[in-house]
């Protein structure tokens, strides 16, 4: 099993769309929790980090349920520019607390 | 403050030379992670490291790879005899020292070819 799984893509959605992404993690202890974004061919960068109590920012909404061990990321109202490739992402405990990142959903927008 | 400097952008090796990346972390990290990036794949994990220590490298291949983060200058991610199956975005990212919930911010990447 691999440490961190996502929903394979791609996803296509018209604009105004809601979306929504999946991940899960097999590490129980891991303790830190991330989406990334990453553009064709640029660095990912992060798009939001993610809590047990939920978090909002904007469009995106973010969910942890440590018991199930799965991370979700919804998209309201879908635009063009969130056309992308989105990484769940989990950071371990201990000495060794290097990110792994699942590989990825792509989104792409339409009109 | 600069963000996370990676350099040379794009790097054309011959096959059989060395490829030497660099990474400088941002200002106040001392943690730094390199990963590659295959053609149209995800990005793999190869190598954690903490000034001058190397924290876990199970990513890396046995062969040919190594990586160091000295205590003054850049991180170097060494490529030795390098093959086509090189080729790939190889990017870094690094994070502050804390423990706990702290992201890690990525460089733009080095993007090798192998010829």
């Known amino acids: 099993r691999k440490e961190v799984e996502q929903d394979p893509g791609p996803f296509n959605v018209p604009e105004g769309a809601t979306v929504a992404f999946n991940c899960t993690y097999s590490?129980?202890?891991?303790?830190?929790f991330f989406w990334y974004r990453q553009d064709c061919r640029k660095e990912p960068k992060l798009l939001m980090s993610?809590?047990?109590s939920g978090n909002e920012d904007g469009r995106f909404t973010a969910q942890l349920n440590r018991a199930s061990q799965y991370i979700s990321l919804l998209i309201r109202d879908s635009k063009l520019s969130d056309s992308a490739t989105y990484l769940c992402?989990?950071?371990?405990?201990?000495?060794?607390?290097?990110?792994?990142f699942g590989t990825g959903t792509r989104l792409q927008v339409t009109l | 403050n600069a963000g996370v400097m990676q350099n040379p952008r794009h790097l054309v090796r011959r096959r059989g030379q060395e490829a030497r990346l660099r990474c400088s972390p941002m200002?106040?990290?001392?943690?730094v992670y390199w990963y590659r990036q295959l053609p149209e794949e995800g990005l793999k994990f190869m190598v954690y490291?903490?000034?001058?220590?190397?924290?876990?490298e199970s990513g890396m291949p046995k062969e040919r790879f190594s990586a160091e983060f000295p205590k003054e200058g850049p991180s170097i991610l060494r490529i030795q005899q390098v093959v086509r199956g090189d080729s790939a975005a190889y990017f870094c990212?690094?994070?502050?020292?804390?423990?706990?919930?702290?992201?890690?911010?990525f460089g733009q990447g080095t993007r090798l070819t192998v010829v």
């Open positions: 590490n129980s202890a891991s303790q830190s």
């Open positions: 993610v809590y047990s």
């Open positions: 490291l903490q000034k001058e220590n190397i924290i876990d």
């Open positions: 990212a690094s994070s502050p020292p804390e423990r706990g919930r702290t992201e890690a911010f």
């Open positions: 200002k106040g990290h001392s943690h």
């Open positions: 992402v989990v950071r371990s405990t201990g000495t060794a607390s290097k990110l792994t």
